[in-house]
C-alpha cells in the first residue's frame, strides 16, 4: 500500500476548482483544435482528453460555445497584442523598410505560438464563433486605419488618402493573414525574415501605386 504522500497530489489534482480547471480545459481544446479541427472540440472530447466527468467542464463553461469563445478570445488577444506590436515597428522614412520591418515582426510573433495562430485561422468557418472573427478584424482594422492613414500623405503625397484608406486597409489585413497562412504552411520553404521581407516589398509596391 503506497504511502499516504505519495496519493495526497492526485487527490489534490482531481479537486481542482473551475478558476484553476479553466486553463487546461482551453489547453485541452487548442490541441483538439489544432489535431483534428474545431468540430471536434465538444464538453465530452475535452472531458475524455482531461480524464474528468462532463459536469467537471460543465462546472468551467456552460457551453461548448462558450468554451470555445473563451479559447478564441485567449488566442486572438494574442494575435491582436502581435499585430499592433508588427503595425508600431512599421517605422522608418523608408516606406520599404518599413513595411519589411512590420511584416517580420508579426511574423516572430507567428512563430513564437504557431498553435495559437492554427487555431485561430482553422476556428473561423465555425458558426458558433463566427461573429468573433468579425469583431476582432474590425478592432484591427481601426487599429490599421489609425497608424496607416497619416503616412499616406507623407510618404507618398496621396491627396484622396480618406477615399483610399478603407481599400488600402482591407489589402493590408488580407495580405498580414495570407502571409501567416503561408509561414504555417508545412511546405513553406521560406523563414521568417525572407518571408517578411517579400510581403514588405509587394504591400509597399501596391501601396505606392495608390
Given amino acids: 500500500m503506497p504511502p499516504a504522500s505519495s496519493a495526497a497530489p492526485r487527490g489534490r489534482a482531481a479537486h481542482l476548482g473551475p478558476e484553476r480547471r479553466r486553463p487546461q480545459v482551453l489547453d485541452a481544446a487548442l490541441a483538439i483544435t489544432v489535431e483534428q479541427g474545431v468540430a471536434q472540440v465538444t464538453i465530452g472530447s475535452i472531458a475524455d482528453r482531461l480524464g474528468v466527468t462532463r459536469p467537471v467542464i460543465y462546472a468551467c463553461f456552460d457551453d461548448r460555445v462558450a468554451l470555445i469563445t473563451a479559447l478564441l478570445e485567449r488566442e486572438t488577444a494574442a494575435l491582436s497584442e502581435a499585430l499592433v506590436a508588427a503595425l508600431k515597428s512599421a517605422r522608418g522614412e523608408e516606406p520599404e523598410v518599413a513595411f519589411i520591418n512590420g511584416y517580420q515582426s508579426l511574423l516572430r510573433a507567428v512563430a513564437q505560438r504557431p498553435n495559437s ?28 486605419s489609425a497608424s496607416i492613414g497619416p503616412v499616406l500623405t507623407r510618404w507618398w503625397g496621396i491627396t484622396d488618402a480618406e477615399a483610399k484608406l478603407p481599400i488600402l486597409v482591407e489589402f493590408l489585413m488580407s495580405s498580414c493573414e495570407a502571409a501567416v497562412r503561408s509561414l504555417l504552411d508545412d511546405d513553406n520553404p521560406w523563414g521568417v525574415d525572407d518571408l517578411g521581407e517579400l510581403y514588405g516589398r509587394i504591400v509597399c509596391a501596391a501601396f505606392s501605386a495608390a
Fill in 117 to 144: 495562430w492554427r487555431v485561430i485561422f482553422s476556428a473561423s468557418p465555425d458558426p458558433a464563433v463566427a461573429g468573433r472573427f468579425t469583431r476582432v478584424r474590425a478592432q484591427l482594422g481601426e487599429a490599421a
